[in-house]
Structure formats: structure tokens, C-alpha cells
């Protein structure tokens, strides 16, 4: 059964880089899926961040490709996620997750999260 | 891409059916079949309840279902239960392997 789970400091001063690492068991990342990162601000909606295929091909949200990486560590079975020059508004639980896909037409297509870390908060504050 | 427009809360009777609509535009929900909902409950991570519009993942109850006609999406609980009161989010494929997500809505059996 898959398992992922967030790992990183809670607490980030403003303008630093926040660093997620999200560990996968029970799976390897290089098989198949793409692997993502979605943010949740305290009371608020969910928002897709980025994706990382199994090849390492990168896609991140357009309001935040500025400042998001997301890299693959295939030999501790990880992937990481880091969003630079941060501020008081980037404060939310941060989730990874597996993203399912179709091949077809359009390639291939992510289509649906189908399972999740159980989240970890991250505050910017000095 | 913007976010995809749910109500921000709806409500039932335990028995009763519920519908949370979702509604994008033609560059995403009217666009693609691949749209997905998601349950909330507080303090927990989201559960992918539907996937591909319509099809549930083994383990949701058939309570659940889900539609789409034009830009909008629905997901209907059918048979309500007080179990299902938690928050609702479904999520677009918009192109270019970008996905946006509904601001959700709060489901309150009453």
C-alpha cells in the first residue's frame, strides 16, 4: 500500500526558501505517476503547485513558476519541493501527493490525486 | 487559469440528495473529461471520491456520483448520511499538464 509523507521545517522566515521533502513507500517513483505538491492556507481552498513526472519532466502552476522547484530523488525514493523568496501569504498545510494519468490523444494527461501525505504546516514569520 | 466556481456551501437532511456544483469554462471543464472531487474532513487530507467525471475508486460508496454538462461539473450524494458532512473540492485538467482546483464547498447534514 502506497504511504507518502511531508518532512521539512515548519517555520520559515520571510523571503527565505521553503524546502519539502516527500517520502514514498510502498511504491517506486520511477515506475509510473506523476508525483505533486498541492498547498492548502489556513481556512482556505486547495491549490495544485506543481507535478514531476517519473522522467523529471516539471510543471508548476503559472502563478507560481516563478519561484517553484520540484525535483525527483529516485535513490531514497523522494521528491522535493522548494518555493523561494516566500512571505506571510505562502503560510499553509503543505501536501504531496500521487497524481494518476490517461495516455491518449492529448499524451499523458494528469487527471486525478489518488493519494495523499497527511499534510504538514509551514508558517513564514520572522 | 482561474479557479473553478463551487457554491460555497449546501445543505440536506440525512436521506436527501445534495448536488455541489463546478463550473470552468470551455479551456478546462467543457474542454476535458478529467475532472475529479475531493472529501475533506477537518484536520485530515483530501480523499479522491470521483476521477474522470464518473468513475469512483473502489472503496466510495455509490452514493456518490458525478457528471458534467458544458463548463460545469456536478457531484450528487445521494441517500445523505451524516458521515458525508465535511468540504468538497473538485479539480480541472486546463492544458498544458496544469490542473485547478474549485475553491470548495461545505456540505452540513442537518
Known amino acids: 500500500q502506497v504511504q507518502l509523507q511531508e518532512s521539512g521545517p515548519g517555520l520559515v522566515k520571510p523571503s527565505e526558501t521553503l524546502s519539502l521533502t516527500c517520502t514514498v513507500s510502498g511504491y517506486s517513483i520511477t515506475s509510473a505517476y506523476y508525483w505533486a505538491w498541492i498547498r492548502q492556507p489556513p481556512g482556505k481552498g486547495l491549490e495544485w503547485i506543481g507535478s514531476?513526472?517519473?522522467?523529471?519532466?516539471?510543471y508548476y502552476s503559472p502563478s507560481l513558476k516563478s519561484r517553484v522547484t520540484i525535483s525527483l530523488d529516485t535513490s531514497n525514493n523522494q521528491f522535493s519541493l522548494w518555493l523561494s523568496s516566500v512571505a506571510a501569504a505562502d503560510t499553509a498545510v503543505y501536501y504531496c501527493a500521487r497524481l494518476d494519468f490517461l495516455s491518449g490523444y492529448y499524451g499523458a494527461v494528469p487527471t486525478s490525486f489518488d493519494c495523499w501525505g497527511q499534510g504538514t504546516l509551514v508558517t513564514v514569520s520572522s | 487559469q482561474s479557479a473553478l466556481t463551487q457554491p460555497r456551501s449546501v445543505s440536506g437532511s440525512p436521506g436527501q440528495s445534495v448536488t455541489i456544483s463546478c463550473t470552468g469554462t470551455s479551456s478546462d471543464v467543457g474542454r476535458y473529461s478529467y475532472v475529479s472531487w475531493y472529501q475533506q474532513r477537518p484536520g485530515k487530507a483530501p480523499q479522491l471520491m470521483v476521477y474522470d467525471v464518473t468513475k469512483r475508486p473502489s472503496g466510495v460508496p455509490d452514493r456518490f456520483s458525478g457528471s458534467k454538462s458544458g463548463n460545469t461539473a456536478s457531484l450528487t450524494i445521494s441517500g445523505l448520511q451524516a458521515e458525508d458532512e465535511a468540504d468538497y473540492y473538485c479539480c480541472s485538467y486546463a492544458g498544458n499538464y496544469i490542473l485547478v482546483f474549485g475553491g470548495g464547498t461545505k456540505v452540513t447534514v442537518l
Open positions: 514531476i513526472y517519473r522522467s523529471g519532466d516539471t
